[in-house]
């Protein structure tokens, strides 16, 4: 039986694909011209376009500051759930008495929202003494269950065998992570690195309750300290929008493979 040719299905997801990026394209056109977003008829190329809103960006507000205290409250979310997630990950791989339950635990604790727990996080983050730093910023981001999962799951797909010869030859636990699952799951990794990435480097409601100084403040409550300092904030708000996104994307794009990976790993047996 001849196959349908796949060219029409190509040319449909490609349409839909340059659809999905019009609001991108938009955002970006805009911080270039800065024009009316509300002008008609609209203009689909850039009239003029410059990058005076950029540069109004980067010099009217400490923007490198907010960017450097974004990326180091980011890269301390990434390797904690690096870490923590690994050893929870591999510990759940494991037969002891009570796993069904604290597997259960995790799962009931996906259910309940994060801003249901805001008051205990934030009176613990006030007992450790660490408001106002970017270790409390990052605190209720150094692990996150569903990170686990994806862990776990890409640690069950290792051959048992695999695991067995390596303690034959006198390797420890640790040894067996770091030798063995960590070379074996880049694909959980890359998405444990993008997952936690977004997470941190939107999140607005947290640093917002635990910063109490603006050189402290990240991307996104600077953004809401932008837009009461500029007057036109047309073009120079989606410029900002634009140097916000550049990191996530650009990330996403270097892992996307393994990030679809790591995200399917243990949907299907065999």
């Known amino acids: 039986m001849r196959r349908a040719p796949s060219w029409p299905r190509h040319a449909i997801m490609v349409v839909v694909s340059c659809l999905m990026l019009v609001p991108f394209y938009w955002v970006l056109k805009t911080s270039l011209t800065g ?17 005076f809103h950029y540069v109004d960006v980067w010099y009217l507000i400490p923007f490198p500051r907010y960017l450097l205290n974004s990326v180091i409250v980011t890269t301390m979310a990434i390797c904690g759930n690096l870490l923590f997630n690994t050893v929870a990950g591999y510990a759940l791989t494991k037969q002891f008495p009570g796993r069904r339950w604290v597997v259960l635990l995790f799962l009931s604790c996906m259910l309940i929202p994060f801003q249901a727990t805001i008051i205990p996080a934030y009176l613990i983050t006030s007992w450790l003494g660490v ?27 290792v051959p048992k065998s695999l695991i067995d010869a390596a303690r034959v030859d006198g390797l420890s636990e640790w ?10 799951s880049k694909a959980a990794i890359a998405t444990n690195v993008v997952l936690t990435f977004i997470w941190s480097w939107n999140a607005f409601l ?3 309750i635990v910063i109490r100084t ?6 996104p409550l600077g953004l809401a300290r ?10 120079a708000l989606f410029a900002f929008v634009v ?17 679809i990976r790591g995200l399917t790993s243990g949907a299907t047996k065999g």
């Open 35 to 51: 024009e009316n977003i509300y002008a008609y008829p609209p203009h689909i190329v850039p009239v003029d376009p410059h990058l």
């Open 175 to 184: 040894r067996i992570v770091v030798r063995i699952m960590l070379p074996l």
């Open 243 to 259: 140097m916000v996104l550049v990191p996530g994307l650009t990330i996403f794009l270097m892992a996307q493979k393994e990030f």
């Open 226 to 235: 932008f837009l009461s300092v500029m007057e036109d904030t047309t073009g």
């Open 206 to 208: 947290w640093p917002l």
């Open 214 to 219: 603006s050189e402290m403040q990240t991307l």
């Open 131 to 157: 408001l106002n730093t970017y270790l409390g910023v990052a605190l209720p981001l150094l692990s996150t269950i569903i990170c686990i999962f994806i862990f776990k799951a890409s640690f069950e797909a």
